[in-house]
């Protein structure tokens, strides 16, 4: 069932079209993404579900009722904002129970429900607290259980962990995963970090310039970017310039800057041989080598930067374009710099130039 349906939504701004003809269905129970870089139009968004903004044209209906011109105090939704927004001259309690008694139930079904989510968020003991007694992680917390408390149809997360420090945001994942699921609550998070999105949803959309360009599982949009736009996005690395060598049911091969790489033939199922093609591969997917092979390739390390449980090299002399791996446990061998990459075919993408 869906609980959530965007027909043809459009919302401008003066002569600024910040969403264009967008068409969304989110299901019962399910956790979407709105991923996208800043002025994409994934807030808008989300505040056109959440009333705040009315659409230009278009369609919003929540549990199958149109809200256009229903305001947000109406609609059975819950937002939580990146900056929390909790009264500051309130305990946790009173935080959480506000939505409560502006619904004016009864004060022991208020407790009650209080009480349940403080312990499904982990808060047990801090109700007398007021905000500026806890930490940020504490914080957010009380932000997303006065969000949950009122049972909403559909739960809306602005920006959820953009204040929160790497650890802290990790934690953070987890428990918003674990406390949705739980829940079945229809979930809809907007981001602008592809880590977050792949981590917390069932599904990731890709917004830019108030458009949709993918919608996917996390796995599919993580690792089959459907354009060099959004696989630049998700984080590939390196992008290779040639043209298609090969094409056959086994499998292709391209020509980048003279080298013949071999890829899956899935990659290349709307090319054919001797179009332009853009290649693109993650930088933890290409290996050191050693010795030559299949997609292995030579170079010189240009630049090495230490990121912990990965190295991030800059490898040039392989191609026209340098080359970004990184790799694990990585310990510079070799003279003078020198290095062998394997580029696996199967980790390669490649697209119509």
Known sequence: MAVLELTNITKKFGDFTAVKNMNLTVADGEMVALLGGSGCGKTTTLRMIAGFTEPYAGEVKIDGRVMNKI???????????????????????????????LQKLPKDEIRSRVEKILTMV???GLDKRYPRELSGGQQQRVALARALVTRPSILLLDEPLS??????RVEMQVEIKRIQKETGLTTIIVTHDQEEAVSLADRVIVMNEGEILQVGGPKEVFDYPATPFIADFMG?????????????????????????LAVEPAELKTLEKGDACIAAIRAENMEVAEGFGQNVVGGHIRSLTYKGQRTRLEVEGCFAEDIYPAIHDYEKTGEDGQILIRLPKEKIRVYKA
Request: aromatic share 14%; net charge positive.
């Open 236 to 260: 590939f690395s390196t992008f290779l310039h040639g043209t298609v060598e090969e094409k056959g049911a086994d499998g292709g091969r391209i020509v980048c800057s003279g080298v013949s």
């Open 122 to 124: 982990k808060l047990t």
């Open 71 to 101: 305001p947000p105090y109406k609609r059975n939704v819950s937002i939580f904002f990146q900056n929390y927004a909790l009264f500051p001259h309130m305990t946790v309690f009173e935080n959480v129970a506000f939505g409560l008694k």
């Open 163 to 168: 204040n929160l420090d790497a650890k802290l």
